[in-house]
């Protein structure tokens, strides 16, 4: 039950707060595209998008009875209306949602129903136009007007068939089953269309279209109210323009946050390649060792299927684990004997310093610097500094934790030469349980023990089942 919930959160999270850096990166690759033509796979797709919707509006013209006679004056202000509101725009991600649905729900009782998909589409051309002239997007992307319309043939196809051609409130769940059309077409083809024209991960599109869908939730009574007050008197529809006055400070607003969070986020990486540049001029031995536990820890927190926000924790977490050993005199660093018990005290401070010069940054930083201080808790906890055992151990601390452990054992130091890798694999098999979280230690060792498997697929026989790859046994999953 927890996953759905915290699932929930992050989608809220995504909508009241920053981006997370999945769309991060949608937002940079995105910005400076639409001043470009669509590329020959996008313009594909909505050749396709396309005539499915002019199919669909064709039937719907052809087989719906029409109740209320077609107006052209009122269908060209329904247009000009919607295209109003469709420049009142709040960031999401690579894209933005419009409060539209001010409009569109009155367009529904005012117009036959069939004209309604083509008079939305004329709505969001028109709307885009300055950006067309501005040349902050290509003429070219107008060609992707229809596939941004589908979402008006869902409640037409509703209320059609339901013959509802009054906004009646006692219709209420009629009224929401068109509201849950729309919201069907317009998640079910954005996410079609990102997927095969822009490679965008369907995973992505609920936490992008929640913020689209929350906003016509949200609207859809005040359409409807819009749509009654409108019943005789059709032109009233106008009055719901105020308010998408009001929305545009509202959107200006989010619009800056957004510009604010990914700006931001911008300076915490930067710090965080700061501070790893600062650590390996200090020690250059450090330095390479956490851009190699980066990679470790990424793969694994790859294969073990995190999310955006919980991959970036583990690779900044990785990057500067040992950044609190700036602290530390290099001469304990390199120290080629065993350390003495006084100097095991200074190296285990690390972990806390490291938390505290983070925390200093704060932010997201603050986040990771608790990653830093878990990273030598053990499983059986008897890690340092608190003493935490089992999944008390946040996951992308434990992560840290194998994957430098690893590292370590794979690379020379002044007191002892590396080992090899099956002979590291196997100190970790062994580990797995008491000092490392042994959900971690099978994904990692499947990754390490990949290449292994390349280099000695030639003319090596076949172990038995329950042997790993270097002969090391492997934990079933």
Known sequence: MQEPIDHVMRIFGDLCGGPSPAVERLVEGFSSSFPSPPDRRELAVEAVSSALFFAAVAALAALLPHQHAFSLPLALVLMGAYAVASRVRFAIGYGFTVPTQLVFVPMLFLLPLGAVPLVVAGGIALGSAPDYLTRRSHPARLLLTPGDSWHAVGPVLVLGLAGLHQPELSQWPLLLAALAAQTLFDVGFSTLRSWAGLGISPKLQPRLLGWVTLVDALLSPIGLLAAIASTGSPYRVLLVLPLAGLLVVFAMERNARMAQALELSRAYRGTTLLLSDVLGAADEYTGLHSRSVVSLSVAVADELGLDSRERRNVEFGALLHDVGKIAVPKEIINKPGPLT?????????????????????????????????????????????????????????????????????????????????????????????????????????????????????????????????????????
Not at 346 to 362: N, P, S
Not at 379 to 408: Q, R, T
């Open 341 to 477: 018990p006084d100097e095991w005290l200074v190296i285990k401070a690390h972990t806390v310093e490291g938390q505290r010069m983070l925390d200093r940054v704060g932010g997201l930083l603050s986040a990771v610097g608790r990653i830093v201080r878990s990273s030598h808790e053990r499983w059986d906890g008897d890690g340092y500094p608190d003493g935490l055992a089992g999944d008390e151990i946040p996951l992308a601390a434990a992560i840290v934790s194998a994957c430098d452990a690893f590292n370590a054992m794979t690379t020379d130091r002044p007191y002892r030469a590396a080992l090899r890798v099956e002979q590291a694999l196997e100190e970790l098999m062994s580990q797995s349980g008491k000092q490392f979280n042994p959900r971690v230690v099978r994904v990692l060792g499947r990754i390490v023990a990949r290449p292994l498997a390349t280099e000695r697929a030639a003319g090596e026989q076949e172990r038995p089942p329950s042997m790993g790859i270097v002969g090391v046994p492997v934990p079933a999953e």
